[in-house]
């Protein structure tokens, strides 16, 4: 599985809600080193990671339309 495409689109979606990734980790309750592993082929995304990853990064999204 190539994640390049999903760190790519997590971040850039992170940063279109002014959030930076590491907050979204922390919300996720993902270590930031996570991302980093990822993107250095060094571990590979599991399904419950991948879905806390996006549900923390909807919260924001859904946060920053409500503000």
């Known amino acids: 599985m190539d994640t390049n495409p999903f760190i790519a689109e997590l971040e850039t979606r992170a940063y279109a809600a002014r959030v930076p990734i590491y907050k ?8 930031p080193a ?3 592993n990822w993107r ?23 946060e920053r339309k409500a503000a």
């Not at 979204?24 to 270590?31: I, K, L, P, S, T």
């Open 24 to 31: 979204v980790c922390e919300r996720a309750n993902v270590a």
């Open 34 to 36: 996570t991302i980093t």
């Open 40 to 62: 250095k082929n060094k571990a590979k995304p599991n399904a419950s990671t991948i879905g806390r990853l996006e549900d923390a990064l909807a919260a924001f999204e859904a």
